[in-house]
């Protein structure tokens, strides 16, 4: 499903991600951990195209076809999907009609047919009821005057409509309180598919409590310095980044 | 006559009028024409009366009220109801009148389909407990306009207006507004999405009596060599306490060769008041345009929600359904033209 070779990315012309490989296969799910400052986010940036995060080596694969080629809106329709860290507050969209525009933009660069707003409103009403997001929400601006659990359950809803089959969850537990956490994390698992690969980008090994990954990386100033299945999070957990990567070295 | 005011002027420092018309042409202009396109209700129509009000205005209507020969009067009687469509058809030095009487309430529609130059001058009089919502939609254009409005409203009478100009080689439209008895109330907003042409709105609002209300909300999108400008000044006379003021204009500048002036002004010379301005100019936001890019919106489709998004809130200040969805319409197709 996801190919990356050797990957050297810059922000600002300083390199970040200094020749990352990893490879995701279809129904799988991998957590990179990693310490702050280790290229997490750059990395989710650099899969969903953020203008700014520019790719100066390797290569980024994406069912066969080369990502980096790719504008963010080409890759969302084609699958990508990046659960964002701070999802941005946009005043004067309201969040159906975000939804409905951006469901029909996906469909329609892949020749689909657009969903009328009665089939839009019963496609969401039936996730957000999962995710236990109000519909009172749906009728806000986009992500304006939300807590940081709802937005969070909003870019769950939004992974739920589109259906990706590659889903990025970037921090998606920063800022949870337990229960936030649970319930975003059931909705992620009840997204695991066959033909979908997800990848969790955290800090902290709590969110893999609840998402249990099938490989662990450990991503360290910009490379991955190791591997392993999921006991390499409760590891990390109790002996700290420090430890790791110095026997990585 | 006299020269024309330029940008050495103060109130015309971003609407150089000098220098986007020939003094002679302003001279030798005839009077403009009206036409009427609809009315309902006990709308009274008629040519202007002999002996007119005559409101504080600035000074290009001056010259719109020595040379204009005719004009068109509408009047609504007490505790009426009416609709009105006037249409400025053809260019010139013109003047209207609008009364509004005691208890009536009138929706005044306005569009301008004037020719190269117009030069008009507007008394409105909203009477006690009147009402007057007034849309005024001018189409993108290249000509030289300037129109300006004088308007007094009465004890617990409303005066709501809104502004779509779609800009023209200059455009200006001045706005003085006298709350005159206690508890009027004038509700400005207006957008100016702007490609390549220059709109300026100048309001001076004076809250002369107590316990009087007023909001302005004005919203520029400007590309190419576009110019967008507010100058918006907000007079609380001594006395006129309890009084409330509300000030908004933003821009959105899509060009580094596009340009958006915002100045709110506010005197106060009363105690007991609550006023409040604001002004901010900035691009569309990268961040929001990759967030909505990365779920699928393409590019063009993403900016048009954002500038949609940026400039909704001032067209939905429009009541009316109707006139709002076609001042929609077009503020669509102009935004689109800004891709």
């Known amino acids: 499903m996801l190919e990356i070779k050797n990957l050297h990315a810059t922000v600002d012309g300083k390199e970040i991600l200094k020749g990352l490989t990893l490879s995701v296969g279809a129904g799988e799910v991998h957590a990179i951990m990693g310490p702050n400052g280790s290229g997490k986010s750059t990395l989710s940036y650099v899969l969903a195209g953020r ?67 009665v089939g839009v409103l019963r496609l969401v009403r039936e996730k957000a009821k999962a995710l236990n997001v109000p519909e009172e929400m749906l009728k806000r601006a986009l992500n ?83 591997e392993g299945g999921k006991e390499l999070a409760l590891k990390l957990e109790a002996q700290g980044y420090e430890q790791i990567i110095k026997d990585a070295a | 006559m006299n020269a024309l005011p330029n940008r050495r002027v103060e109130d015309w420092k971003y609407s150089d009028l000098r220098n986007a018309i020939d003094a002679e042409v302003v ?6 024409a009206w036409a009427i396109a609809s009315s309902a209700g006990a709308v009274d129509i008629a040519d202007l009366p002999a002996i007119m009000p005559r409101g504080e205005h600035g000074a290009m209507a001056e010259t719109a009220i020595a040379s204009a020969k005719a004009g068109p009067s509408v009047r609504l009687g007490k505790n009426e109801r009416g609709a009105a469509h006037l249409h400025l058809t053809e260019g010139g030095h013109g003047r209207a009148l609008i009364v509004v009487e005691d208890g009536a309430s009138l929706a005044l529609q306005e569009t301008v389909l004037a020719g190269s130059f117009a030069n008009v001058a507007v008394e409105i009089v909203v009477g006690r407990n009147a009402r007057l919502t007034h849309v005024r939609h001018a189409p993108r254009n290249d000509a030289v306009q300037v129109i300006d409005y004088s308007v007094r409203v009465a004890e617990g009478g409303v005066y709501r207006a809104h502004f779509a100009d779609f800009g023209g080689k200059l455009s200006r439209t001045e706005l003085h507004i006298a709350l005159d008895g206690e508890g009027a109330q004038t509700h400005l ?151």
């Open chain 1, 51 to 117: 203008a700014g995060y520019e790719v100066t080596g390797g290569s980024i694969i994406y069912k066969g076809e080369d990502l980096t080629a790719m504008s963010p809106d080409q890759r969302a329709a084609k699958g990508v999907f990046l659960a964002m860290q701070y999802p941005v507050e946009i005043p004067g969209v309201t969040t159906l009609t975000f939804l409905k525009t951006a469901l029909n933009a996906q469909r329609r660069a892949r020749g689909e047919k657009d969903v009328d707003a």
């Open chain 2, 189 to 339: 907003s207006g957008v100016g999405p702007l490609n390549d042409r220059h709109a300026d709105v100048t309001t001076h609002v004076t809250h002369a009596s107590g316990k009087t209300q007023s909001t302005q909300l004005f919203k520029y999108v400007a590309g190419g060599t576009a110019r967008g400008v507010y100058q918006g000044k907000v007079t609380v006379a001594a006395g006129a306490n309890g009084s409330d003021s509300r000030q908004t204009a933003k821009g959105l500048l899509l060009a580094d060769s596009a340009e958006i002036d915002l100045k709110p002004e506010l005197e106060i010379l009363a105690d007991d008041v609550k006023c409040a301005h604001g002004a901010a100019v900035g691009d569309l936001d990268a961040e929001s345009l990759f967030y909505l890019r990365s779920r699928g919106i393409p590019e063009n489709e993403a900016r048009a929600l954002l500038m949609r998004a940026f400039i909704g809130d001032a067209v939905d200040e429009i009541e009316d359904e109707a006139v709002r969805a076609s001042i929609w319409q077009a503020v669509d197709a102009a935004l689109e033209g800004l891709l």
């Open chain 1, 144 to 226: 304006v005057g939300f807590s940081g659990g709802e937005k969070k359950r909003l870019e769950i809803l939004q992974m739920a409509l589109f259906q990706p089959a590659l889903a990025i969850l970037d921090e998606t537990d920063s800022g949870l309180d337990i229960d936030a956490l649970k319930l975003v994390a059931e909705g992620v698992n009840a997204l695991r598919a066959p033909d979908r690969a997800m990848l969790v980008i955290t800090h902290y090994q709590r969110l893999l409590n609840y998402i249990v990954p099938d490989r662990v990386h450990v991503l360290a100033k910009g490379r991955i310095v190791a």
């Open chain 2, 27 to 32: 001279a030798s202009a005839p009077t403009a």
